[in-house]
């Protein structure tokens, strides 16, 4: 820093504010900027800019390229690895511990989370501020795992929301429960759980029959081992105090399934 101040005369926004030498009019930038700059209003022409051009051509290609030189590469890589790599062994949320503090870390690692996902957000902006402690401690406080489930819904789940909400049946959607299942519709007031299940993924027993091979992305499985995966789950379910509801894809396209809302909702609703 110089110990004279530089008076700016060009308002030049990029003044250093000193100068080394009591005899200098204005600082270095003051003195390269506007007219004070000897290529002030002028232009390269063509000629000159091909000029320019065939002076610097081929001088960074190949060995001329320090970075493509062995040695160079090697002290590189030396610079970059263990010890002398700043970054080793850290994540991104460590530098911001290390930069901001543990609190604004934490908040910029809740709003990385749930950027990551579209129907996340919307999803997470949709709860108030108990229904947000309330997931998180379902989900086992995975928010990753909160914000994957949540809010994202298939066609077929997104046309028994809407037919749901229609009649006034309050559920949570995607909800994981037991500490490791993920169901698709969950009342906790009155305990009941609703899975809506694709015809395929779940080997409906009116289009598959038992000991049918069915071919899955990447696997094939039998139809009887579908079915008892699917019996546990709901098995479990029922033991925990929840009363279960299947919807399949079939009754649903032909929308049979609206009856089976509606005694839900005259069984237990009607209670209220």
Known sequence: MGKFKCPNPHD????????TSRYAKCCVSCANSGKNN?????TVSTETRALIGKANKGKLVGDNNPSKRPEVREKLSKLRTGANNTMAGKTVYDIWVEKYGIDKADELNLLKRINQSKS??????????????????????????????????????????????SIGLDFISEERMLNKYVV???????K????????????????????QTIK?????????????????????????????????????????????????K???YGKD
């Open 216 to 264: 899955y992305p990447g696997r094939e499985r039998l139809s009887d081992d579908v079915w008892k995966q699917d019996t546990d789950r709901l098995l479990e379910i029922q033991n925990a105090g929840f009363s279960t509801y299947v919807l399949w894809e079939t009754d649903i396209k032909a929308g049979n399934h609206i009856q089976i809302l509606n005694e839900i």
């Open 12 to 19: 030049n926004p990029k003044c250093r504010g000193s100068m």
């Open 38 to 42: 000897g290529r002030y209003g002028k």
């Open 184 to 190: 698709d519709e969950i009342d906790y007031k009155h």
């Open 192 to 211: 009941i759980v609703i899975e809506i299940n694709g015809d395929y993924w779940h080997a409906n027993p009116i289009k598959y029959s038992s000991g």
């Open 266 to 268: 005259k069984l237990y």
């Open 120 to 165: 996340g957000k919307i999803y997470w902006e949709s709860l108030t501020e108990l229904d947000r402690i309330d997931r998180l401690k379902n989900h086992g406080n995975n928010l990753k795992s909160l914000l994957n489930n949540g809010g994202r819904y298939s066609k077929l789940h997104r046309k028994v929301k809407d037919d749901m909400d």
